[in-house]
Structures are given as C-alpha cells and as structure tokens.
C-alpha cells in the first residue's frame, strides 16, 4: 500500500506550491489554487455518493470481517483477489528468462502488497496516525498479506533476486525485516530474506531522509518540492539504480499505482487495497 511514512498526503489534500507572479509596475501577487491529491468527479447529489459508514461495512464485508474483528477471512473477497494476483504474478515470473546477461528480479512494495494492514485500518478507523501506526509496525503485527509468501518463496527458488522498497523509514527497517521474515516477534511472515546488494548492504530500500539521498535520488528529485522525492519517483528512481546493479526487473509489485509507475519493470501486478490512494 504502499509512503506509509507519511501518509499524510493519502489522508489529505496535498497543496500545490504557491507561486507568486508580479505583474510589470504594479508589484501585484497572485496564488496558484490549492489542488487535491485525488482527481475525480464532482457529485452533483449526496445520492451519488456512497454513505461514508455505508462504505466502511463494504470494506469490512469484502475482507470477509463484516464485524470488525481486524482478522480477514481466509476465504474471502479480499483473499481471494489478492491471491489470484500472486498467483499471476508467479505464473509470470516462471516462464520468463533474464535479458542478456542481467541476473533476474523482482521488486515488492511491504504495506499492502507484502503485509497487509488491515488491524491497523480498524483500529485507527481509517484515519492514518504516525505515533499509533509506529506501534503496528515495531510492533511488527502486520499478517502476510494471502498468496505473496508462496509467490515470493517460489520466485526466490527459481533464482529471482528478491527486492522490496518501502516508503517505511529507515527508522523502522529492522522491524520491517522482522515481520517479513521470522525473528520471533510479533507477526513472522516467513518470506525469504531480500537479497543483499553487492556492496554488502540489505535489499531492503527503506526511504531516507532528504539530507541523507544518494546520488540517484537527488538527480531524480532534483525538480520535486524541496527536493523530497514524489513517491512515484522515488520508486522507480531505486528501481533504476537496481537494474544498473545488473538485474533486469521481471517483475514489480504494488498496491498503489504510484508504486508502480515509471518503468524499469517488465511488468507491474497491482494488489487490492481499498482502504487509501497515495498518490
């Protein structure tokens, strides 16, 4: 799902940059208009848009938890979608080969596509806090989300270089590590370990902090406010600097459009995730 280090703009409306213009003697500013993050249609009637508790209880009913427990079924709608992804995702990757001499890879996101936060969405009733959302994740409670882990541990088996990157911080990478794997606390997901990068560090790209970007970060957001890097690039900005490591990215896997867009992937699988839009 999925920068859930600041989710903040998913919950909210991100503003556009103010951008003053004076006019030629008269020394007059003007503001460019505040946008939302989120482009849709305007009802013209509340009986064009879905009752917001109305909605809730859909949610709920698709994870197959029409009372809330924060325990999705395993038969339900949610499982079920979500395995049928991983289950394309995994023919996909079997009957592909490396280009030239690349070794192969793939590229996963964690919220919502690995793990799934559907505790987390309950218990915060869809309203996104950094302080209780840190708990969730030291914590490491997040399940695995139905269908990656065999996908994963498959593709791990046919010789895929396993990646995630996250717009976790680096803050949490430990924690984040601990949940996918097996360390004994909280939740173990049991995926197979990223793998390392040939300079001894993890495959595991948690994002940093500004003032700590490498290189192919800062060229790549050089243009973004305050150099803080969109999601969108951010993303495919370690995506390229993985495929100039060598590997060619059979496979990229997200909730969020934005985690997939930008390239350096053979193909994209969207996972479900109905609970927020990081754009």
Known sequence: MNLRAHRWSRRSTIVAAIVAATVVGGGVAYAATAQPAIHTWTPKSADQ????????????????????????????????????????GARWLKAKEPTGHQKKAIVLDVDDTTLTTWNYELVSNWAYNPTTNATYVNGQLFPATPGMVDMVTQAAHEGYAIFWITGRPVTQAAATLGNLGADGIGVDAGYPAPTTLPDGSSGLFTKPAVANYPDYLKAACANDPNGACTTIHYKSATRAYIESLGYDIVAS???????????????????????YYLP
């Open 49 to 88: 848009v879905t009752n917001l508790d109305v909605l809730r209880q859909q949610i709920r009913n698709y994870y197959g938890d029409p009372l809330g427990t924060g325990t999705f079924a395993a038969n339900g709608n949610y499982a079920k979608e979500a395995t049928k992804v991983a289950h394309e």
């Open 253 to 275: 896997f997200g909730d969020q459009y934005s985690d997939l867009t930008g390239g350096f992937a053979d193909r994209t699988f969207k996972m479900p995730n109905p609970n």
